[in-house]
């Protein structure tokens, strides 16, 4: 860990929120597994073809260093610090955190994660995170549009239907928010402090890529949608089952929106729900779909913890900062604190 100066204090992650958020998952996911046949369940974790859903994971994880690589085009107009982390490692973090805390904290982390590691401005690194999720919103948005109207042939349940609304408007808020810190930073009011007018130039300063980097950012979007695509196809394959394109699509999308609700750590319980209900209407019998939605939260989510927790152990090694130490105010005693 890394002595700070203290002009910044640190994002705080913990407290009463974070731990009714946890307790609210907890609950919905243990409603879930009292209604799952396990011993079916098992049978069918081991009746399925190992290699292709580890292939699967693959997928999914190598999103990550595909997402720092975006990133890092993103920001490519600063001069960033060179550190030992790169930016697949920070967004891989950045990700654990949203896991476990609520109302998508993790990015207000993320740009802190940015500051430490990279010496990144934070209001010029969360206008790049804004930047990157307003686009991801419209992207899965769009595709889950056009698969659930594919698959299900123009009638939309009303639970996908309000998963499909809460994704609307997530996509405008993110639109929204790029569109008021335009409008701002071109006509700041005269009475606003010179630091917050700073912050505001510099968030939209951060949310827009330099125009040369624009086709590497769209070819990284991409590539980062067909892994996911892909993780849920060789997922779902495994099992047996043979989904068409717009299955897939449907069953990667729709679940995806899940994740954006703020209720409860990175939409825990909210996703497993949503991921089931599609797997059911894709046509699978309950244990299979129960079975995927198991195994799928487990290697996405619950592995993804777990790896977060080994790499904060062994920060030092991966060279990651992941807090800074701050003093306290001159009038309270000097002493540090640490994540």
Request: charged share 15%; with cysteine.
């Amino acid at each position: 860990m890394e002595a700070g100066n203290g002009a910044e204090a640190a994002p705080s992650l913990w407290g009463w929120q974070t731990l009714l958020s946890g307790l609210a998952a907890l609950s919905i996911l243990a409603f879930l597994a009292a209604r799952i046949d396990w011993p079916d369940t098992w049978g069918r974790f081991l009746a399925s073809h190992k290699g292709l859903v580890l292939l699967g994971a693959d997928c999914h994880y190598l999103t990550y260093p595909v997402r720092g690589a975006r990133w890092r085009l993103c920001l490519d107009y600063l001069p960033l610090r060179r550190a030992g982390a790169g930016f697949g490692l920070v967004v891989f973090f950045q990700n654990f955190v949203d896991n476990v805390v609520p109302a998508k904290l993790g990015d207000l982390y993320g740009a802190h994660l940015a500051r430490i590691n990279f010496g990144v401005r934070r209001s010029e690194a969360i206008g790049s995170i804004v930047f990157q999720r307003m686009v991801d919103s419209w992207v899965v948005l769009f595709l889950s549009m056009a698969a659930s109207w594919m698959v299900l042939s123009h009638q939309l349940p009303p639970t996908i239907q309000w998963v499909l609304l809460g994704g609307v408007l997530i996509a405008v808020l993110c639109s929204a928010v790029m569109a008021g810190f335009f409008f701002l930073d071109r006509a700041a009011p005269r009475w606003l402090p010179e630091k917050v007018a700073e912050s505001i130039s510099a968030f939209r300063k951060g949310m827009w890529p330099r125009r040369e980097k624009l086709p590497a950012v769209i070819v990284t979007t991409a590539l980062i949608w067909v892994l996911e695509t892909l993780w849920v196809f060789l997922l779902v394959y495994g099992f047996g089952m043979r989904p068409g394109p717009s299955e897939a699509l449907f069953l990667t999308m729709v679940p995806l929106l899940a994740t954006a609700f703020p209720l409860t750590p990175s939409g825990a319980g909210v996703v497993e729900l949503t991921l089931y209900s599609c797997l059911r209407l894709a046509g699978f019998d309950p244990n299979l779909a129960g079975s995927v939605t198991l195994l799928n939260r487990f290697l996405d989510y619950w592995c993804h913890i777990g790896a977060g927790i080994v790499i904060w152990l062994f920060r030092d090694r991966f060279r990651l900062h992941t807090w800074r130490e701050c003093p306290r105010p001159a009038e309270g005693p000097a002493q540090l604190r640490k994540a």
